[in-house]
């Protein structure tokens, strides 16, 4: 996959103690009421033990949940995806971003992922179409993502703020007619 440089990629990167997942669906949620169409999807829960034994991920637009663990009573020390259930989203999702998306939300960018497998197809789909990208993770995984991307991305705190400062640099009518000399958001935060 190629990135450049125009820092249409964003990667909320959290830590303990925070919530990518309100963060991200809070977004969505205000970006459907202006009316716009972000695509993608949410992680719902934050594991698959016998304490939320139906881990999934909620699918944008529509808001449904999805659960994506092959077998939820038998999670033990951990989750292990349904590859076909994950294949299945993966269709549904491309044929959303086909239909016209202003965003493209993955949620997480995990082992899959760093494999070239997951969801990681729909990235290179949402860039082909020139659509913005926001992508989740959690710190460890941050310098896999960095090899991944070849560093052209933006890094966010996962704040709401860092959020809608980089939304504002890529979004709207402007952004998708705007000329390769305009500022993008690398440039601006440098």
Known sequence: MTFDAQCDVAAVVYGAGEDPDGLLIGFAD?????G?????VVQAGRSCRAENP??????????????LV????ACGAGCRLDAGRLADLAKRLAAAIDEGADLVIINRFGSSEAEGGGLIDLIVQALDADRPVLIAMPE???????????GMNVRLACRRDALD??????????????PSSAATFCELAK
């Open 140 to 150: 460890r995984r941050f310098a896999d993502w960095i090899r991944f991307s070849g």
């Open 70 to 73: 092959a077998d939820p009573g």
């Open 54 to 67: 139906k881990l999934g991920v909620v699918v944008l637009p529509g808001g449904d949940t999805v659960c």
């Open 165 to 178: 400062l980089w939304w504002r640099s890529v979004a709207g009518p402007a952004a998708r007619r705007r």
């Open 36 to 40: 716009l169409r972000p695509v993608g």
């Open 30 to 34: 205000d970006l459907r009421r202006a």
